[in-house]
């Protein structure tokens, strides 16, 4: 029997990497490396890179528009949105999920285009503040990206204690500019149905749920190992929210498989839950983490977001 995954544990794994992430360019360090493949994982990174290989891609240029990447998104089937258990008595019919499915792949498709290909601070922030999100407060920043950390070792010096949330957003972009290798930076996506997808499902945030892997890639699509970027901006719901509350929440994840300068290819997938109390013409999706699949410790891909 194929191998799932349960978000629960895809979320575990993915901690341990993030770990070793939140700094950018120093992410996965070499060898010696908690990080290092072992045999079976190198073997997944050389199987899934080959059924990449197989798929045709679009190139990103200056004209490429949202509607062009959001194309490759509406071009996957469409994945199965689980039934109501006892354990979570909450689904969507066909309609609803159509309509969250347009939203999420126009929400990817954005994403693409701000935060991965143009790949400007300016540029994302607005779209972000935009979007009705916010930047993350000094206080979440040092609870989750170990900003003084991060200060301390990009300057040399302690950070201020004057320092704000907007400096260090933007200690972290050109730290980004200044040391992301250029044959990583992002030039393409896969374009092919079974390239992209859209999972769509219900969850009880006291519970382990399972989502299959979208065939025909299935594991293929974390192939060696994953690991996740949590975002610098966040939203008036959170996922310490989550724990609250007493209804299931709508969550979903969007992928897709990118192509760097230097030929390789990085399936990400973008994490959102459902808020309905958002009231916002940009939608009620609220994005909530970056995986990136089949890494590679000699040739890591990175975020900032």
Known sequence: MRPRTTIAALLIAASAAYLGVR????????????????????????????????YPSITFTESTTIADIRAVLDAAPDQPVPPA??????TLTPEQARRHRAE???????????????????????WRL???????????MKRFHYIGDAWLEFTGQPMPETATSEQSFRLMAEHHADNAP????????????NAAFTQLWFTNPHLSVEVPDPEPLGPLWGGSTV??????????VNRDDLYART???????????????????????????WDPSRNNS????????????NHDPDHPLWFYF
């Not at 935009?130 to 979440?140: N, S």
């Not at 940009?282 to 699949?293: A, K």
């Open 247 to 273: 209804q299931p929440t709508l969550r979903a994840r969007t992928g897709v498989i990118l192509i760097d300068a230097g030929g390789l290819h990085h399936p990400i997938f973008l994490g959102a839950f």
């Open 182 to 193: 250029p044959e990583r930076r992002i030039v393409g996506i896969l374009d092919h149905p």
């Open 282 to 293: 940009q939608g009620n999706w609220i994005i909530d983490y970056l995986n990136v699949g």
């Open 104 to 126: 999420l792949s126009r929400l990817m498709a954005e994403f693409l285009l701000y935060a991965v290909y143009k790949d400007d601070a300016d540029t994302y922030t607005a």
């Open 23 to 54: 700094f950018g360019p120093k992410a996965f360090p070499r060898k010696p490396d908690v990080f290092a493949l072992n045999p079976d994982q190198k073997q997944r990174l050389k199987q899934a890179r080959a059924a990449y290989a197989a």
């Open 130 to 140: 935009g979007r009705g999100d916010r930047l993350m407060t000094m206080e979440e």
């Open 227 to 236: 690991g996740t970027f949590l975002s610098f901006f966040t939203a008036g």
């Open 85 to 90: 258990t006892p354990q979570i008595p909450a």
